[in-house]
């Protein structure tokens, strides 16, 4: 984030760096960095002089933690099926509806809301919001129980007649949809750097595994079979560093039409994750299938990245939209 807001002024690459090292290690932790950066965006992108000011010095210190609330029950990858209302009323916008699934949720002091106020027109009667937890009518619903990244809570949001400030409106009314999208472009590479490190860190746990476990008098990565897995392995991750880096300078040079390579960055970083984590299992054997080693919980960690900011299928149609328009 800028300095000027009261952040480090870092690089796009240098962010990505950083959630790549931290989930090497710990993808919940990876994914603070990056669910900061989703939630923040849309402030960053679209708010004005005094929003900025307002939120963006306490969410850059990590005083106060940011969520992105787009998805609902029953809008996902569809997100402009979403039901949630804004109303404006005098000075203010009523908000009801709920949002799913949401990183963060019920933590975050500043959460970035999307909701209709034109029901008619489909994505343009679409506009994004702050609102903080303590505005009244705003609750915490369901807390998920998730197969993987554990130490991040996920909820569902709930607006009750929730009050919102009309000066908490970001750009203007039917801006919402383009401040959603113009956010996620910019924070997949963030998701692609989280699979990366989670790739990484099973490779590293597997090369160290296979020296060390003997079988049939000798270390099992004297085997070629060994081997060969851990080359695909290591080149899958190399492919995967070279896009998410790609795109992070892009973004970094302030190059516009970087929507596809972040989709590309974003699938490609995820689907690896998922093979290596799952050939770091094979590699380590039933001690691979025990909570006893890591490589369990990495499989299950690099799952979501396949699932969110997006599937991998949605990645593929926009990747296809940029190809065939
Ligand atoms: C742990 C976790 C954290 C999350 N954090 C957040 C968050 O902070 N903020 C937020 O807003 N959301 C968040 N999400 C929501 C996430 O982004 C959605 O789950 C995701 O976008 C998919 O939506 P869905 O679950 O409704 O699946 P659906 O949209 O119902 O998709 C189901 C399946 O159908 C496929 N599919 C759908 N449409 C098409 C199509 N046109 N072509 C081909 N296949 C298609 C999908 O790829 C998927 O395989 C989170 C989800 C999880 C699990």
């Given at each position: 984030?800028?300095?000027?807001?009261?952040?480090?002024?870092?690089?796009?690459?240098?962010?990505?760096?950083?959630?790549?090292?931290?989930?090497?290690?710990?993808?919940?932790?990876?994914?603070?960095?990056?669910?900061?950066?989703?939630?923040?965006?849309?402030?960053?992108?679209a708010g004005n002089?005094?929003q900025?000011?307002?939120?963006?010095?306490?969410?850059?210190?990590?005083?106060?933690?940011?969520?992105?609330?787009?998805?609902?029950?029953?809008?996902?990858?569809?997100?402009?099926?979403?039901?949630?209302?804004a109303?404006r009323?005098?000075?203010r916008y009523?908000?009801?509806?709920?949002?799913?699934?949401?990183?963060?949720?019920?933590?975050?002091?500043?959460?970035?809301i999307?909701a209709?106020t034109?029901?008619?027109?489909?994505?343009?009667?679409?506009s994004a919001f702050i609102v903080?937890?303590?505005?009244?009518?705003?609750?915490?619903?369901?807390?998920?129980?998730?197969?993987?990244?554990?130490?991040?809570?996920?909820?569902?949001?709930?607006?009750?007649?929730?009050?919102v400030p009309a000066e908490n409106l970001l750009g203007r009314e039917g801006d919402g949809?383009?401040i959603?999208?113009?956010?996620?472009?910019?924070?997949?590479?963030?998701?692609?750097?989280?699979?990366?490190?989670?790739?990484?860190?099973?490779?590293?746990?597997?090369?160290?595994?296979?020296?060390?476990?003997?079988?049939?008098?000798?270390?099992?990565?004297?085997?070629?079979?060994?081997?060969?897995?851990?080359?695909?392995?290591?080149?899958?991750?190399?492919?995967?560093?070279?896009?998410?880096?790609?795109?992070?300078?892009?973004?970094?040079?302030?190059?516009?039409?970087?929507?596809?390579?972040?989709?590309?960055?974003?699938?490609?970083?995820?689907?690896?994750?998922?093979?290596?984590?799952?050939?770091?299992?094979?590699?380590?054997?039933?001690?691979?299938?025990?909570?006893?080693?890591?490589?369990?919980?990495?499989?299950?960690?690099?799952?979501?990245?396949?699932?969110?900011?997006?599937?991998?299928?949605?990645?593929?149609?926009?990747?296809?939209?940029?190809?065939?328009?």
């Amino acid at each position: 984030m800028n300095s000027e807001y009261g952040g480090i002024g870092a690089s796009e690459l240098a962010i990505v760096m950083a959630i790549e090292e931290l989930s090497r290690h710990c993808a919940t932790t990876g994914l603070l960095l990056a669910v900061q950066q989703l939630g923040s965006t849309p402030v960053l992108l679209a708010g004005n002089e005094q929003q900025k000011r307002k939120y963006l010095p306490p969410l850059a210190s990590g005083e106060w933690m940011a969520a992105f609330g787009l998805t609902e029950a029953g809008s996902g990858s569809d997100a402009a099926a979403m039901r949630t209302v804004a109303v404006r009323e005098g000075d203010r916008y009523i908000l009801n509806g709920s949002k799913r699934f949401i990183t963060n949720g019920g933590l975050a002091q500043v959460n970035s809301i999307f909701a209709l106020t034109d029901p008619k027109i489909g994505t343009r009667g679409i506009s994004a919001f702050i609102v903080e937890k303590d505005f009244p009518g705003f609750s915490v619903g369901r807390i998920e129980d998730k197969m993987g990244i554990k130490g991040s809570q996920t909820a569902e949001l709930i607006f009750t007649d929730c009050e919102v400030p009309a000066e908490n409106l970001l750009g203007r009314e039917g801006d919402g949809f383009k401040i959603a999208m113009m956010t996620l472009d910019r924070t997949r590479p963030g998701i692609g750097a989280q699979a990366l490190g989670i790739a990484q860190g099973a490779l590293d746990l597997a090369v160290s595994y296979s020296k060390q476990r003997v079988q049939f008098g000798r270390p099992i990565a004297d085997n070629q079979g060994i081997q060969f897995m851990l080359a695909d392995m290591a080149t899958k991750i190399e492919a995967s560093r070279l896009l998410v880096y790609n795109v992070a300078e892009m973004i970094d040079r302030g190059e516009r039409d970087f929507s596809k390579y972040s989709a590309m960055a974003k699938m490609f970083a995820s689907d690896a994750a998922m093979e290596v984590t799952n050939d770091a299992i094979q590699i380590l054997g039933g001690y691979g299938y025990m909570k006893e080693y890591p490589a369990e919980r990495m499989m299950r960690d690099a799952k979501i990245t396949q699932i969110y900011e997006g599937t991998n299928q949605i990645q593929r149609l926009v990747i296809a939209r940029d190809l065939l328009e």
